[in-house]
């Protein structure tokens, strides 16, 4: 039975990343391909590699960082017991959460700051006559 291989290539286009994206996850132990050619020059990656670039990409979308996401993606390598994967997981995502609750709080206070600006900058503008744009 022939198992499925992608190139470095294939990755790429599928994911819509740059080459040197996927080798700087390599770099950071997300992928391993193997080696082929003369020097070994040639990546060839496998399905479990394209499932970890899949896997990466979606942490990344959730704001994780490479190294979380690494850790994440590391422990579905482990025993086949899911509960400590999902224990993993589950304090990465409440401490991102815990993270974005209170930048959003930051971002609240901001926006509340420049209405107060907003509407002192008016209140003078008025005075002086002149229309606020």
Known sequence: MASTTYSI???AKEFDLTTRAIRFY???GLLQPQREGPGGRSRVYTARDRTRLKLTLRAKRLGLSLT???EIIDTYDS????GPQLTKFLAVLAQ???QLEEQ????QANLE???VHEKEARALLART???AK
């Open 9 to 11: 290539s294939d990755l």
């Open 26 to 28: 390599e770099d950071m």
């Open 68 to 70: 979380e996401a690494r």
């Open 79 to 82: 025993p086949r017991d899911t």
């Open 96 to 98: 991102h959460r815990k």
């Open 104 to 107: 959003m709080a930051d971002l």
């Open 113 to 115: 700051e420049v209405k």
């Open 129 to 131: 006559g002149k229309k």
